[in-house]
Each structure stands twice: as structure tokens, then as C-alpha cells.
């Protein structure tokens, strides 16, 4: 299964926990070098409904951490528009609550597969064009796509070596990889044992670990 991650674009948030955003946007190049087509989850949303089903809202891909459940989702002439609800009995959406008001998680991130042939290289634009997917999940996430965006907003709210592990280890670090980066940098993780999408993970958490410590 893909993953794809987008900054959490909240439109409201309310004490009963409903919200609102968007969990993909449309026709934008995004670091895995894809393009979301709009009409892209058009079919994927018409068999959920036709099943009784639809995706589920996780916290960070986890998927034994539900944290609510989605009211609607639809397409737009923007992308996929989400409405939702967390669980604000369960600690785990409790604290999803805490974090989306407090700004200090900012992402969205859509789990779906391509069917076969959906995926089509654009030469021009050097991306591959995706004009169908089958989406199976949304998670809140702690890294989104506009990562100078996230530094901006936690920068102020990390102010100890306790904090900022704890930050590192809830975007999706080993314990030994977040001291070590805390002790050494970026130097002290081997890239060579990670995937595209947790090196740029490091890329990002290296950028932070240096602002908050002078660092250059």
C-alpha cells in the first residue's frame, strides 16, 4: 500500500472534536514525483458506498490506533475534502484533539494502491499522473508535505532534549536513531538502511534538531 502526505489544510475544529480539511490536493507534483488527477478517487469512493464501507482514520498509519471516524468524503475541484470525527473518549483521540488545536501535528496522510494501467508518466512535467487510486485509509500524521511549515510551528514548542526525542520518536524514529541524532546529528543515522520516505523523514528532523540548537 502507498502512502501520499499532504500539509492538513483544517478549515474547523470544534470542542465536540468534528473537523474539516483535505486529505489530498489535486494536480500538485509532490515529492514522490506523483500527480493526483482530479476524478482520481471517483470510482474508490462509489465502491465504498456501494459496500457499506468506507476509509478509515488512523493516527499515523497505525492500524490498530483508530482515532474517529470520517462523516464525508468527497471530491471538489480542489482535491479530496474530508469531514470527521475523533474519538474523544479514547486517549489516543483525545490527544489527536490536543495536538490538530495546538497546531503541533499538521498532516494528512492518504494509504491507497494504483490499479493497474491508472498510473501514467508525464515526460513533460517528469511525474507520474495518477488517475485512479483505490484510497483505504487517511491517518493523521506529524510530518506534512510543506516541512518549513512544521518547523515554524513546533520550533517554539520544543524547548528541552526530552521534547524534542519524544517528537522525533512520534514522527516515526527508533529511540536509538532519535538520541542519536540528538547526540550527533544526521551523521549519527546510516541512510543507507532507510527508505526514500524516512530519509527525507531525517532530512527534516535534522533541519529542526538545528534550528532549536543553533546549529549550522
Do not use: C
Not at 9 to 21: E, M, W
Not at 132 to 150: F, T
Not at 184 to 190: D, L, V, W
Request: hydrophobic share 40%.
Amino acid at each position: 500500500m502507498r502512502r501520499k502526505t499532504t500539509e492538513l489544510h483544517l478549515k474547523a475544529i470544534d470542542q465536540s472534536g468534528a473537523f474539516s480539511g483535505y486529505g489530498s490536493v489535486f494536480s500538485v507534483r509532490d515529492r514522490q514525483s506523483d500527480i493526483v488527477e482530479r476524478g482520481a478517487f471517483t470510482k474508490s469512493l462509489e465502491g465504498h458506498r456501494e459496500r457499506g464501507t468506507g476509509p478509515v482514520l488512523l493516527w499515523m498509519h497505525d492500524q490498530n490506533q483508530p482515532v474517529g471516524a470520517f462523516t464525508k468524503i468527497a471530491e471538489d475541484e480542489r482535491g479530496l475534502y474530508v469531514e470527521g470525527q475523533l474519538a474523544l473518549k479514547t486517549v489516543r483521540g483525545a490527544e489527536a484533539y490536543e495536538l490538530l488545536q495546538m497546531k503541533a501535528v499538521r498532516g494528512l496522510s492518504i494509504g491507497y494502491s494504483v490499479p493497474p494501467g491508472a498510473s501514467v508518466y508525464d515526460a513533460e512535467t517528469k511525474a507520474h499522473r495518477l488517475k485512479e487510486v483505490e484510497l483505504h485509509e487517511v491517518s493523521i500524521v506529524s510530518i506534512p508535505a510543506n516541512q518549513d511549515a512544521l518547523i515554524a510551528e513546533v520550533k517554539s514548542a520544543i524547548e528541552s532534549k526530552t521534547e524534542l526525542e519524544k517528537f522525533l520518536r512520534n514522527s516515526g524514529l527508533s529511540r536509538s536513531q532519535a538520541k542519536g541524532l540528538i547526540a550527533g546529528g544526521y551523521a549519527a543515522i546510516n541512510p543507507r538502511h532507510a527508505d526514500d520516505d524516512l530519509a527525507a523523514l531525517h532530512a527534516t528532523a535534522t533541519q529542526l534538531f538545528n534550528q532549536i540548537t543553533g546549529k549550522h
